[in-house]
């Protein structure tokens, strides 16, 4: 799976998600909301169909790249990003607004 393959859609308000869609159906998304030097990661879901390819793992991967990218903090309220930062704290410690 390619990373440009997710796209992150934002609304006027700082919400939205990182996105996967393939014709027109959403196959993965990592909801979340920016708010200042802030990003607030709320829910991680991939399909049934997608399940076990490691497409989480990209979303965060690519959430994390963007929060480097725009100097973001990351508040992790979704279990599976709050459970990839306490696992690889080293990993994410420039990103985690703990």
């Not at 793992?57 to 306490?86: I, S, W």
């Amino acid at each position: 799976m390619n990373q440009d393959k997710f796209k992150l859609q934002l609304d006027e308000n700082g919400e939205g998600a990182f996105v996967l869609e393939e014709n027109g159906a959403r196959d993965a998304e990592m909801v979340v909301s920016i708010n200042g030097s802030t990003m607030t990661v709320h829910h991680t879901e991939v399909s049934e169909r997608l399940r076990g390819k490691g497409v989480a793992g990209e979303l965060l991967n690519t959430m994390v790249q963007y929060a480097r990218d725009h100097n973001l903090k990351v508040v992790p309220r979704c279990a599976f990003v709050h459970t990839a930062f306490q696992r690889h704290p080293d990993q994410y410690e420039d990103v985690w607004k703990r």
